[in-house]
């Protein structure tokens, strides 16, 4: 789907990450768009609970992450969908081992998720394609409405849950979504889709002080540096792959 994973079946055995991108309109040029978009850890996985979040809870598929604002079913449903946005392949990790829906967790439960730094009042007026999204909603109950709206499609669609179904028909559910096919209440599915394959890619590659980029696996995968101090030693040698170093690195954390 991005340009350092390729020949990755995602719609079918014969389609590519970038052929399903290129598809939905997600790519321009070749350059996959992105967005303005910490973890905790429980030793005994033992559940947590946030006073200002009721959906607080431990990740079903990993009893040693602490949820801050999804539900055990709507992280499974993220953690899916954003797999088979950024499948695992011959070239490293997908969303899944990345942590990608830890991170969009933890985005949601803060200032990015409610949109406190936008204006969301109205009154609202259909926008031009070029305005971006012009509805009341903020990211939290966009997800919260387009996570329903792929469950119900599933069952509506398979009679299966979402993270039931294989590969192929995840990815026909997801491209529903994508082409705006799928009705919802209060925002359109190819907005939702939108907004979840943006986070997909930045849980990816964001530093992993934010949750997702587990060990840095998105940066190596691109040869991406990270935060180092200085590049002095080797700015006029000849390419030079260094191993990336995060935030917490350069505090001996």
């Known amino acids: 789907m991005t340009e350092q994973k390729k020949n990755t079946p995602v719609l079918d055995k014969r389609s590519s990450r970038r052929t399903f991108i290129k598809n939905s309109g997600l790519t321009v040029g070749g350059v996959v768009l992105g967005g303005a978009l910490g973890s905790l850890l429980l030793k005994d996985g033992k559940t947590t609970t946030n006073e200002t979040n009721v959906h607080s809870s431990t990740a079903p598929s990993n009893p040693n992450v602490a949820l801050m604002y999804f539900t055990p079913e709507q992280y499974r449903i993220t953690e899916a969908a954003s797999e088979r946005i950024f499948p695992k392949d011959e070239n490293g990790p997908g969303a899944k081992e990345l942590l990608v829906a830890y991170y969009i967790d933890h ?11 936008e204006y969301t009042s109205g009154p609202f007026f259909p926008g031009e394609d070029t305005q971006g999204y012009q509805g009341r909603q903020n990211r939290q109950q966009i997800f919260e409405i387009g996570l329903k709206g792929i469950q119900d499609h599933s069952l509506k669609t398979y009679d299966k849950s979402f993270i039931e179904l294989s590969e192929d028909e995840q990815d026909a559910i997801l491209t529903e979504f994508a082409d705006g096919n799928v009705e919802l209440k209060g925002v359109s599915s190819a907005h939702f ?22 060990n840095m696996e998105g940066w190596k995968m691109k040869n991406f540096p990270g935060h180092q101090m200085s590049f002095l030693d080797i700015i006029e040698k000849e390419f030079t792959k260094i191993e990336p170093m995060a935030l917490n690195s350069q505090h001996k954390h």
């Open 107 to 117: 985005q949601l439960s803060g200032a990015w998720g409610m949109g406190s730094k």
């Open 193 to 214: 889709f939108g907004v979840l394959r943006t986070a997909t890619i930045e849980g990816a590659y964001a530093d992993p002080l934010y949750g997702g980029n587990a």
